[in-house]
Structures are given as structure tokens and as C-alpha cells.
């Protein structure tokens, strides 16, 4: 039987289940104990953020933005359309409408020179996409946010370790959001935490976190009691999940290390065809990093990609699509109003995504991209 290459493989340091243990073992499993406190900590020193609360899913994290930032019905919020679900869903819960902006020409992010002409009375924030962990262009979208008067909250889901001019991506914004889904570079399931990078919003953001109550400030000692003061919902994950994260932080060096040693090998060795002019690469602006969230490419047409796709599969190697655009989705479909969004559609039509994972070997990146070009040389 042939060897197959899965899409993605999440990876295990060796130390969650131990911390795990620990966790339970100090009888303490609920949320915003010891390893929530650690976590908090490490975040906040290693990419100098004033404020974090782990959540249990990056979309908590843009649902406690979205409470954060007052979107109330008829406001308008402004997010690209290459985007996952999460990125608009907790506006359109908030009672938002969401305006979609069409992607770059060179990668998938939010076609700044678009954001201006869609800005009316309504809009009330922006939500740029750090697509694959590269950073959108962050000091235009902060000054036409100042400009307008607008929240900017960040969706980071795939953009730990990666900057924009040197600042942390999910530390621009007035928030932003990461996740660790299993997916993603650093993992704990499900999993997400919030950048509360506006000092204005911190202490409400806690109170959100918490059932709509200052209990964070009780524990500190600040009142005697604690009660409902507010709006919120429960966002914290437990100890048990928080325990698990800590071990990936932990590793988090090691972890990007490998990911962007194979990243380099798969960018070196298509090349050719990039050079060809036959497939298209991931573009990393000057101002930005790669973190190696993903390794992409952009085929000329959707049928091409889907041979490719068939091709990679009879040598067992899984490559997925991406996001089919939200503007074109059959929820969004009673709103969208018939404007077009090209590069959106050759996103959703033309990118392809390769395996990358920490456990994935070099030789395992070479027959991989050995088979894209033999598919292209057929
Ligand atoms: C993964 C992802 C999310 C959702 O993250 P969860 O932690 O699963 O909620 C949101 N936005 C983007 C861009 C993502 O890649």
C-alpha cells in the first residue's frame, strides 16, 4: 500500500498531558487558574501585549470584539471576502451588516486601496484578515480607521509569530483574535485568545469573559464582592485546555523553527514554475514576516487545480482548496448585492493549500513538490 501524506497532523511536544495532569491533580479545572495565568504571561511578554484572555475558539474572540466594540443593528462592518465564517459571523450576530472587500492581486489579504470608498456613516470597524500568518498593510488601515473614527479588530487566527514592521500581528488593532484550533501552529483543539491592545476596553473585556460579571476584579481584591454587572457570555477554557496550551507556548520556538524550514524548501523548489509562470507563490510584502501557518499555491483555473488536486491524491499527497468566498455563500446570498469581488473568486477557484506540519520531513516536501512539477512538465 502506498505511504499517504495527510493535509495536517497536529502536533504533540510531549509535555500537554503531563501539565494536564498536574492541572487536575491541583484540583483546580475550571477556567483562569494557574496554567490560564501562565499562558497569559508568556502571550504578553513574548509579543508585548498590554492585555489577554484565552478564549475557547478565535471566534470567541470576535464575539467578545464585536460585544467590545458596541455593534449594534444597522452598523457597518468592513471584512474581506476570502475569509472563514468566523470573520463576519459575530458582527451579522451583533445584528451588523457586513461589507466585503475584495483581496490583493499578489495574496489574499484585504485590498486596502478598496476600504475608503466603502466607509459610510454607518461603518463602525474594520476587520483586516492576516491571511497564512502574512500581515495585511496595518499603518493604512490604522490611519483611515482614525480617520473615520472606526474599531479595527484583527483576525489572527493564523498569524502567531509573525509581524508587521517588527509589532506582533494581533497587537495593532484596537483587538484582535488568534486561534488554536488543531490547524493551526500552535494548537490546543479548540482553542483562541483575545489581544485587548485598546487600554480603553480592558476592563470591560474581563467582565465579558466572565458571565458579565467583575469577578477578575474580586480576585485581585479590588471590590468585596462580585456580581452581574454587564453583558457576556462565558469565554474562558479550562484548566484543562489552558494546561495543554502552556506545553505548545512552551515550544513555540521549536514548533515555528521547523514549519518555516520546510516552508523555505517548498518556496525553493517551485521556483521554476513560479519563474514559468505556470502556478503563483505566496507574495510577502516587505513590511511583513512568514510564520509558515501555510504553504500555497494559486493555479490558473479551478479545472487545472482540481487535476492537480487528483493527481497529488493517486501519489497519496492531500492538498485542500480554501474558503469559498463569503459574498458568494448561500447564507450571505439574500444580502449580496451582485458586486464582484474577482480576486476573491480566483482565490476561492485557484488556490490550493499543501501539507505543512511540524511532523512532515524534508524528503516528504521534496516527492510533494517533485509530483507538482512533474503534473506541470506532463
Ligand atoms: C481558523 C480561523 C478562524 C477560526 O478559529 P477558531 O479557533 O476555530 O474559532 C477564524 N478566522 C480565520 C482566518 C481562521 O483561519
Known sequence: MKHTIP??????????????????????????????????????????????????????????SAMLANIEPGDEVIIPSYTFVSTALPFVRQGAKVIFADSNLENPNIDVN?????ITPKTKAIVPVHYAGIACEMSRIMNIAKKNNLVVIEDAAQAIDSYYRGTALGTIG???????????NIISGEGGLLTVNNTDFIKRAEIIWEKGTNRAEFFRGEVNKYGWV????????????????????????????????????YRENLEELRADGRIMLPHIPDFATNNAHMFYIVCST???????????????????????????SEYYHQYYDGKEL????????????????????????????EKIIEFYKR
Request: net charge negative.
Open 302 to 328: 479551478l479545472e487545472e487545480r482540481t487535476q492537480l488536486i487528483n493527481y497529488l491524491k493517486e501519489e497519496g499527497i492531500m492538498s485542500v482548496f480554501h474558503y469559498l468566498s463569503l459574498h458568494k
Open 114 to 118: 478598496l476600504i475608503e470608498e466603502l
Open 174 to 184: 484596537d483587538l484582535g483574535s488568534f486561534s488554536f484550533h488543531e490547524t493551526k
Open 7 to 64: 493535509f495536517n497532523k497536529p502536533f504533540l511536544t510531549g509535555k500537554e498531558v503531563q501539565y494536564i495532569i498536574d492541572a487536575v491533580e491541583s484540583g483546580k479545572i475550571s477556567g483562569n487558574g494557574k496554567y490560564t495565568q501562565l499562558c497569559h504571561e508568556f502571550f504578553e511578554k513574548k509579543f508585548n501585549v498590554n492585555k489577554v484572555l484565552l478564549t475557547t475558539s478565535c471566534t470567541d474572540g470576535l464575539e467578545m
Open 230 to 265: 454587564d453583558i457576556g457570555s462565558s469565554f474562558l477554557p479550562s484548566e484543562i485546555i489552558s494546561s495543554f496550551l502552556f506545553a505548545q507556548f512552551e515550544n513555540i520556538d521549536l514548533i515555528q523553527e521547523k514549519r518555516k524550514k520546510l516552508w523555505n524548501l
Open 342 to 369: 474577482p480576486n476573491s473568486d480566483h482565490y476561492t477557484d485557484c488556490l490550493l493549500r499543501l501539507p505543512l506540519y511540524y511532523d512532515l520531513t524534508i524528503e516528504n516536501v521534496e516527492f510533494i513538490t
